[in-house]
């Protein structure tokens, strides 16, 4: 028997969903999740769903209420290792679908075939697969960086960079559904994580100092929820964005090497990305860099009627 109780957002439910999500983590390798602080920005704000066994926390489900960049409510749905398999993942799908607004989108990360069952049994179909790809710094041969004539790079400065970088990545990602949406508050908030190096964030800038792109870098610190081997520190090509006016010219191409560049001389070996699977331009650019396809993440929803 599987009881399920929605809950508004709040620290006490925060406190009390982040074991779960670092049980999760530990087995999967995902979502990252410290041991305080808020949780992970897909999992704030919004409605927690949580199915217990009568005793004790067994599942969870998030429902962002808010809805990606185009108003579409996302759903992330989670299970407990050791109480997978008992119908606990089927309880909540169920109980976000009869909450939920219709076409709302959920997240299946790994691509699991438990999360594809599930979703055909309820007439969900794939409408979004996010790639990760994945480089071995310690074999890749990469070329040095090529910029076009006036171009020059400098790296981030907090309290000076952040709007401008916002509006790039609006122009850049208006087609995404999350990263579209990106705020200077969002842009200030990540500075103040752990992980912030303003010495990873590169941008190009024309003669007048306009900005034309950048390339934001993360570094993973490992342990749970690491994405790197043996949950060892990994790096992200966390965000590439140039501006639509100045694409052409292999500027994306210039900023990626950059980043990788710092990367590899913090001595990291490995460096992933997400990248959307039917973005075939940056993902030829990546595979010619010598990046590959390790996993995948998929959103599932109704099929929206054809318009008329």
């Given at each position: 028997m599987t009881d399920l109780t929605w809950r508004p957002d709040s620290p006490d439910a925060a406190a009390e969903i982040r074991p779960l999500l670092r049980a999760v983590a530990a087995v999967d390798g995902r979502p990252e999740v410290a041991e305080g602080g808020p949780l992970p920005r897909e999992f704030r704000?919004?409605?927690?769903?949580?199915?217990?066994?009568?005793?004790?926390?067994?599942?969870?489900?998030?429902?962002?209420?808010?809805?990606?960049?185009f108003g579409?409510?996302?759903?992330?749905?989670?299970?407990?290792?050791?109480?997978?398999?008992?119908?606990?993942?089927?309880?909540?799908?169920?109980?976000?679908?009869?909450?939920?607004?219709?076409?709302?989108?959920?997240?299946?990360?790994g691509d699991h075939p438990g999360a594809a069952r599930i979703a055909g049994s309820r007439g969900l179909s794939r409408v979004r697969e996010l790639l990760t790809m994945r480089i071995d710094l310690t074999a890749a041969e990469l070329p040095e960086p090529t910029w076009r004539e006036g171009v020059r790079v400098r790296t981030f400065e907090p309290g000076r960079d952040e709007a401008a970088v916002v509006e790039v990545n609006k122009r850049a990602f208006d087609w995404h559904p999350e990263q579209g949406a990106l705020t200077v508050a969002d842009v200030e908030a990540a500075e103040a994580e752990p992980w912030f190096d303003p010495a990873g964030f590169f941008l190009a800038v024309a003669p007048d100092d306009a900005l034309l792109g950048f390339h934001w870098t993360k570094v993973h610190p490992g342990g749970v929820g690491a994405k790197g081997r043996e949950g060892g520190r990994i790096g992200e090509v966390y965000v590439v964005?140039?501006?639509?006016?100045?694409?052409?010219?292999?500027?994306?191409?210039?900023?990626?090497?950059?980043?990788?560049?710092?990367?590899?001389?913090?001595?990291?070996?490995?460096?992933?990305?997400?990248?959307?699977?039917?973005?075939?331009?940056?993902?030829?650019?990546?595979?010619?860099?010598?990046?590959?396809?390790?996993?995948?993440?998929?959103q599932y929803a109704r099929a929206e009627a054809p318009s008329v």
């Open positions: 704000g919004g409605e927690h769903l949580l199915a217990t066994d009568g005793i004790e926390l067994v599942g969870y489900a998030h429902l962002d209420t808010d809805g990606d960049s579409r409510q996302v759903a992330e749905v989670l299970v407990r290792p050791d109480a997978r398999r008992r119908g606990v993942g089927s309880a909540l799908v169920d109980a976000v679908i009869a909450r939920a607004a219709e076409g709302t989108r959920f997240w299946a990360h964005g140039v501006d639509p006016g100045a694409q052409g010219g292999g500027l994306g191409k210039a900023l990626t090497l950059a980043g990788l560049a710092h990367l590899r001389s913090l001595g990291l070996g490995e460096v992933i990305l997400y990248v959307e699977s039917d973005n075939a331009p940056a993902v030829a650019v990546y595979s010619r860099l010598g990046f590959t396809r390790s996993a995948a993440d998929v």
